[in-house]
């Protein structure tokens, strides 16, 4: 009830009625992605109403969009709030396996041509990658969420941006920029091949 009572007065009742579908019909996947990510059933509820606050302020660019793309954003809008609060709360869940002699993580990915040592780089670098985007400003997080989550061309997301659609490829170099300078601080000088030059 959190929700409609920061809704009531706030927007018209077209846009109301809006977001209350949004919320009747996400909430079980908003729910369980934010679940899935913080690993707590304390937050939720309250992590759930913030995430669909926050769409009330995207209802115009909502409706611009696709069925599948407004999932999609909505998935999308979950999982930041959620990493967002995990980052805030400082919470780590690294899975560590010990033996009582050796360290068994070698055994434990060894089937088929699965490589541990990589598949712990992968990791690390997709850590680093998610922890620079997490820390853009929110302009250069939207763009390359349009650009690379939602597929959208130039157009649509100069349309959304209000820019010029020849202004998009400059700002998409300078948000990849970013990301890859705050992952290079982080230690990672394979920041290019992750992001793109």
């Not at 010029?164 to 990301?179: E, F, G, H, I, N």
Request: charged share 30%; net charge positive; proline share 1%.
């Amino acid at each position: 009830m959190e929700l409609h009572k920061k809704m009531t007065g706030c927007i018209e009742n077209d846009d109301r009625t809006y977001i209350m579908d949004l919320y009747i019909n996400y909430y079980g996947l908003v729910f369980s992605k934010i679940k899935n990510i913080t690993n707590s059933t304390n937050d939720v509820e309250d992590l759930v109403n913030d995430t669909f606050v926050k769409l009330i302020g995207k209802i115009s660019l909502l409706r611009t969009l696709s069925d599948y793309k407004v999932i999609t954003y909505i998935v999308y809008t979950a999982k930041s709030t959620a990493l967002n609060f995990v980052k805030r709360k400082g919470i780590q869940n690294k899975l560590i396996f010990y033996g009582e002699k050796e360290d068994i993580s070698e055994g434990v990915y060894s089937k088929g041509d699965v490589n541990l040592d990589n598949l712990i780089i992968q990791k690390e670098e997709l850590e680093t990658l998610s922890n620079a985007i997490l820390r853009l400003l929110e302009k250069d997080k939207d763009l390359l969420y349009y650009k690379y989550i939602l597929e959208m061309n130039d157009v649509e997301i100069a349309k959304i941006l209000s820019i010029a659609p020849d202004s998009v490829r400059q700002y998409l170099t300078r948000a990849r920029r970013k990301a890859r300078k705050l992952m290079e601080k982080e230690g990672h000088g394979s920041a290019e091949k992750r992001i793109g030059p």
